[in-house]
């Protein structure tokens, strides 16, 4: 009796070992240090964002051609047209939505037509906040009138609006950009061609002898219309510094190239 007690107080102290090992010996799984995989693309876009910040702060630029912000009258056109789309002013992240949807589309077809990228901020100056048709008849994102849009292979007809069509339409635009370079020879000039239409800004060209169109006296639209591009691109890859915050972009998508900072 005596040896099957010590042997089963024996046994009761190896379980209590073996168990004191088991709780010790593991190390149990630590939730605050695993990270999902959106994470790695927010941090991706972080680092992106400042690369990005710190570029972009050595001057503004569209499609590559510098801005004269040394010229007093510029610079206080570009301030005006910022700050008409600061958060405080717009009170809204209806752009950056748009924007989200919209880019990963136009990118590449502008891409494939040798059209610079700062282009794709052209749909969210031309249909803005609101959507649908203007009233000179403009329709679409890139806001094409039926003649302009049927000359660069749109349908328009009580059937079918492919003016409708992001992917048809970006590929009309890129089609009439480009021959508005060609015809201008300045990215600037195409943009505000594209706005006021080749033939008046030729002849405004002709009128003042002046083909640089920061220099240029132009109808108001067109004049503010390279400013409100510039401003656009400034709010989209600059949103914190404008005060949004609660912004998309489609950085966070897996196999997407980061270009704005996730909000938390």
């Not at 569209?62 to 007093?72: G, H, L, S, T």
């Not at 919209?102 to 502008?110: A, D, K, Q, S, V």
């Amino acid at each position: 009796m005596g040896k099957k007690h010590l042997i089963t107080c024996s046994v009761m102290v190896v379980l209590a070992i073996i168990s004191r090992l088991d709780i010790f010996g593991t190390t149990p799984a630590n939730p605050a240090k695993t990270s999902p995989k959106t994470n790695a693309y927010a941090a991706s876009s972080l680092v992106f964002y400042k690369v990005a910040e710190e570029e972009a702060e050595a001057g503004f630029s569209f499609a590559n051609e510098a801005i004269p912000v040394n010229d007093k009258r510029v610079n206080l056109k570009l301030k005006k047209s910022i700050s008409k789309n600061r958060f405080k002013n717009v009170q809204s992240n209806i752009l950056h939505s748009k924007a989200d949807k919209l880019f990963p589309i136009i990118e590449p077809i502008l891409k494939a037509y040798g059209i610079p990228e700062d282009f794709k901020f052209v749909p969210l100056v031309e249909s803005g906040l609101k959507e649908g048709t203007s009233p000179k008849g403009a329709r679409g994102v890139w806001q094409f009138m039926p003649g302009t849009a049927r000359t660069y292979g749109l349908k328009v007809n009580k059937a079918v609006d492919e003016r409708l069509n992001l992917r048809k339409s970006t590929i009309a635009a890129c089609k009439y950009i480009k021959e508005l370079y060609g015809e201008f020879n300045s990215w600037t000039l195409a943009a505000a061609a594209y706005n006021n239409g080749s033939i008046k800004l030729s002849r405004a060209i002709n009128r003042q002898n002046e083909d640089n169109y920061f220099r240029m006296n132009l109808n108001r639209e067109t004049g503010s219309y390279v400013y409100k591009l510039i401003a656009m691109k400034e709010i989209i890859t600059k949103p914190r510094k404008y005060g949004y915050s609660n912004y998309y972009g489609y950085l966070l998508k897996p196999n997407s190239v980061p270009y704005l900072m996730a909000a938390n």
